[in-house]
């Protein structure tokens, strides 16, 4: 059981250059999140996915894109990338009943992203 | 206003001592969970302990205990017997279950670092 697996752990980017953060989970958790963490700061929601398919904006989505087509994978896209995106990046996952029981959230190790 | 507030960036603790951090915070919601992560150096997020706010007594997961004082909006997590591998940066969390627009993310506090000083 591998948990939240993410790829690359690390990447530099040229301003304008796109690409895409991978994100697996194995737990078969209906719920994904990507969160971005700057430094100094907590984890802010980009997007987030409750099941295949389906996918909603977060507290700062702008920038990025994402798609949900099977439970496992959840992949974060960056278009044209920017210095305000250098962060690190995670990705989450949980099982969600609507007015079921709380369980926490798994974090992927993160994906360090520097755009220059 | 800020709905997680950790008002103490950074933290130290004699090896052996108990340490608390702190962790206000705000919410109109009925239902509401509260969650404290740890971040070590390595970069990841684990998991220590979660508080639902209606649960009677306070959590506690070996080490780890939660202070959940509700009226006053306080959720405090409590270490004993600090150890060196204590030494990270710690993080509370809330996830509310109506005004989350149906997310159930969690908003999280800016962190407080914990340094164990052997």
């Known amino acids: 059981n591998a948990g939240v697996t993410q790829t690359p752990k690390f990447r530099i980017l040229k301003i304008g250059q796109s690409m895409t953060l991978q994100c697996t989970q194995d737990m078969n958790h209906n719920y994904m999140y990507w969160y971005r963490q700057d430094p100094g700061m907590g984890l802010k929601l980009i997007y987030y996915?409750?099941?295949?398919?389906?996918?909603d904006k977060g507290e700062v989505p702008n920038g990025y894109n994402v798609s949900r087509s099977t439970t496992e994978d959840f992949p974060l896209r960056l278009e044209l990338a920017a210095p305000s995106q250098t962060s690190v990046y995670f990705c989450?996952?949980?099982?969600?009943?609507?007015?079921?029981?709380?369980?926490?959230?798994?974090f992927g190790p993160g994906t360090r992203l520097t755009v220059t | 206003a800020q709905k997680i507030t950790q008002t103490q960036p950074g933290m130290f603790v004699q090896e052996k001592e108990a340490v608390t951090l702190d962790c206000t915070y705000d919410t109109s919601d009925p239902s509401y969970g509260l969650f404290w992560y740890k971040q070590p150096s390595s970069g990841e997020m684990i998991f220590l302990i979660y508080q639902g706010s209606y649960d009677q007594q306070n959590a506690t997961e070996g080490r780890y205990s939660l202070n959940f004082q509700k009226a006053r909006k306080s959720a405090n997590l409590v270490i004993s017997a600090s150890q060196l591998g204590d030494s990270a940066m710690y993080f509370c969390a809330m996830r509310e279950v109506y005004s989350g627009a149906g997310s159930y993310q969690l908003t999280f506090g800016k962190g407080t670092k914990l340094s164990v000083i052997p």
């Open positions: 996915s409750v099941g295949a398919g389906i996918t």
């Open positions: 989450a996952s949980s099982y969600t009943l609507a007015g079921g029981p709380v369980y926490e959230q798994y």
